[in-house]
C-alpha cells in the first residue's frame, strides 16, 4: 500500500472512491462537499437526499455511500467529521477508518480523502494530520491511500506530521 500527500482539489483525483467531509444530513452545501456536487452532478445530492430519507441522518463518525456521478470516481464515500469544541477527536479517528473500512467492503483499489473537519468543522490540521498518519498505519487492503490538501499550509502541516509519525 502506497500513501501520498498532495495538494489540490479533489474532484481531479484519479481514484476509484472519493471521501467526502460531509455533514450528517448529507446537504453538502459548502466546502468540498460542495466542489463535489457542483463537479459530479446534482445526481449525488439526490442520492444522498434519499439514503438520509431511508436511514435517517448519519452520526458523527459515521459514512455513507453514493455513486460519484460524472467524476471518474466510481463512488463518493460521505463521511461525517467532529465539530471542534463539540465532539471529540476520536470521532475524526473513527470517521477516517469508517472510510477505509467502507473503501474495503467496495473491493476498491484507491482512495482519495480531504483533510476532514479542518474546515468550516475548525479542527486545526495537526490534529487531523495525528489521526491520518495514526489510521493510514493500520492494515489496509487498499493498493493507494491518497491524502488531497486544499491549502498550502494544510499541506505543509500534513507533510511535517507524516514525516515524524513515520
Ligand atoms: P468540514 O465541515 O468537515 O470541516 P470542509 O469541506 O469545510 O469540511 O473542509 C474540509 C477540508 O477540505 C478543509 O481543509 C478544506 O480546506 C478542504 N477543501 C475544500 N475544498 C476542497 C477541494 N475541492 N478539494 C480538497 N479539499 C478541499
Avoid at 452520526?59 to 471542534?84: M, N
Avoid at 482512495?111 to 495525528?130: D, K, Q
Avoid at 493507494?144 to 511535517?160: G, Q, S, W
Amino acid at each position: 500500500m502506497i500513501v501520498y500527500l498532495t495538494k489540490g482539489d479533489i474532484t481531479e483525483i484519479e481514484a476509484d472512491a472519493i471521501v467526502n467531509a460531509a455533514n450528517s444530513f448529507l446537504e453538502h452545501g459548502g466546502g468540498v462537499a460542495y466542489a463535489i456536487v457542483r463537479k459530479g452532478g446534482k445526481e449525488i445530492q439526490e442520492e444522498s437526499r434519499e439514503y438520509v430519507r431511508k436511514h435517517g441522518p448519519l452520526k458523527t463518525g459515521e459514512v455513507a455511500v453514493t455513486s460519484a456521478g460524472k467524476l471518474k470516481a466510481k463512488y463518493i464515500i460521505h463521511a461525517v467529521g467532529p465539530r471542534y469544541g463539540i465532539e471529540g477527536e476520536e470521532k475524526l479517528e473513527e470517521a477516517i477508518r469508517n472510510s477505509l473500512r467502507k473503501a474495503e467492503e467496495l473491493k476498491v483499489k484507491s482512495i482519495a480523502l480531504p483533510a476532514i473537519s479542518t474546515g468550516i468543522y475548525g479542527y486545526p490540521y495537526e490534529v487531523c494530520a495525528r489521526k491520518m498518519a495514526k489510521v493510514l498505519k493500520e492494515n489496509w487492503n487498499l493498493d493507494k491511500i491518497i491524502v488531497c490538501l486544499y491549502t498550502n499550509d494544510a499541506y505543509e502541516v500534513f507533510k511535517r506530521i507524516f514525516k515524524e509519525e513515520g
